[in-house]
């Protein structure tokens, strides 16, 4: 059994969500070895605007899924837009580093596959910038493929790969 469950974030509705997922978001997405992979720009987030983001993602089919440890400490965030008319997207997927190579993304990204299907979707999509090849990595053994390419997206140039995995019956 993994000392990690997944749990539902709904800051837009519930403070103490809000108090948890901020700073843990803060953290795991301006973290140095994170935020090349997370920041087109390559600035780091600012507070102001991850509140904004989290204030206006629910109108926007937008969701949050964490990875916490028994104490309830958050080890690693994905954040998601339903949308009935572009489908299941992935905005994000991010651990603190003291917690990678526990399979965290792993479990964050099967649990987003499982809820794409049972939530009607025949397909969940995701973008990764060319040189995350740890993210890369995992979503290809997940059985993700590449669908189409974007370049020059980063600030320094970095290409986004953006892959899709169709979601089988069974």
């Given at each position: 059994?993994?000392?990690?469950?997944?749990?539902?974030?709904?800051?837009?509705?519930?403070?103490?969500?809000?108090?948890?997922?901020?700073?843990?978001?803060?953290?795991?997405?301006?973290?140095?070895?994170?935020?090349?992979?997370?920041?087109?720009?390559?600035?780091?987030?600012?507070?102001?605007?991850?509140?904004?983001?989290?204030?206006?993602?629910?109108?926007?089919?937008?969701?949050?899924?964490?990875?916490?440890?028994?104490?309830?400490?958050?080890?690693?965030?994905?954040?998601?837009?339903?949308?009935?008319?572009?489908?299941?997207?992935?905005?994000?997927?991010?651990?603190?580093?003291?917690?990678?190579?526990?399979?965290?993304?792993?479990?964050?990204?099967?649990?987003?596959?499982?809820?794409?299907?049972?939530?009607?979707?025949?397909?969940?999509?995701?973008?990764?910038?060319?040189?995350?090849?740890?993210?890369?990595?995992?979503?290809?053994?997940?059985?993700?493929?590449?669908?189409?390419?974007?370049?020059?997206?980063?600030?320094?140039g970095a290409d986004l790969v953006f892959l899709r995995k169709v979601l089988s019956e069974s």
């Amino acid at each position: 059994m993994s000392k990690f469950e997944i749990l539902e974030f709904v800051p837009e509705t519930n403070d103490e969500h809000m108090n948890e997922l901020l700073p843990a978001f803060l953290a795991i997405w301006n973290d140095p070895e994170n935020l090349k992979y997370l920041s087109l720009t390559l600035r780091p987030f600012e507070e102001e605007t991850v509140r904004s983001w989290f204030s206006m993602h629910i109108s926007g089919g937008g969701r949050y899924f964490c990875a916490v440890d028994t104490g309830r400490n958050i080890a690693g965030i994905s954040a998601i837009r339903l949308d009935p008319i572009n489908g299941f997207e992935v905005m994000g997927v991010g651990v603190l580093p003291p917690s990678k190579r526990q399979g965290i993304g792993t479990m964050l990204m099967k649990h987003l596959a499982q809820l794409a299907k049972t939530s009607g979707f025949q397909s969940i999509e995701v973008n990764v910038l060319a040189d995350n090849v740890i993210m890369l990595r995992l979503l290809l053994g997940l059985g993700f493929i590449p669908i189409r390419m974007e370049h020059s997206k980063r600030a320094d140039g970095a290409d986004l790969v953006f892959l899709r995995k169709v979601l089988s019956e069974s």
